[in-house]
């Protein structure tokens, strides 16, 4: 599929975002884990339509092993800057993300969770991203609330454009 079509005219305020996107330098966290450092590719590829296709796969920085994978898609609002972002993570959840394109800034919150029978818990009940272009360099910061645990930062990357 040729992924070098015209971008759709409705996602002119993502179109800093388009792309494939390289990070070495993660960070993971959380309360109820030790801390780990891991890489991660992320791709918001536009084939003409009025959404973005997103995917992300993350390795382990020293063991190299895959950890985590996530595909969906993120849509706008015509003529708006709300946008809406579906995710499915490879561990049993499927999420609704919304939130608001400004700048060079996407900030995104969930509004709807939704877990396979019998994932592990504890559950995710919230996520938070925040994606920020800095001239070549791309910020990503990612929040996770579970039953267990309050919303607190949990990943942190910093990526430049895959050529």
């Known amino acids: 599929m040729n992924s070098t079509l015209p971008i759709h005219e ?3 305020p993502l179109s800093w ?3 494939s996107w390289i990070g070495s330098n993660g960070v993971g966290q959380f309360p109820t ?3 780990f450092n891991y890489c991660e590719e992320i791709s918001f590829l536009s084939f003409g339509q009025p959404l973005l296709n997103f995917t992300s796969q993350t390795w382990h ?8 994978f996530e ?3 993120l849509r706008i609002k015509p003529d ?10 490879n561990f049993g959840v499927s999420e609704v993300e919304e939130g608001t394109v400004d700048e060079n800034r996407l ?7 939704s877990r396979m029978s019998f994932a592990k818990d504890p559950a995710v009940t919230k996520i938070r991203r ?6 070549d360099v791309l910020t990503s910061t990612l929040s996770m609330a579970t039953t267990s645990t309050p919303l607190t930062k949990h990943l942190s990357i910093t990526y430049n454009r895959k050529l």
């Open 10 to 12: 409705a996602l002119k």
């Open 17 to 19: 975002l388009v792309g």
């Open 33 to 35: 884990i030790k801390p």
């Open 61 to 68: 920085a020293e063991k190299k092993n895959p950890m985590h």
């Open 71 to 73: 595909a969906g898609f």
């Open 80 to 89: 708006s800057n709300q946008v809406s972002f579906v995710v499915s993570h």
């Open 107 to 113: 900030v995104l919150e969930t509004i709807s969770i």
């Open 130 to 135: 925040e994606y920020i272009l800095n001239g």
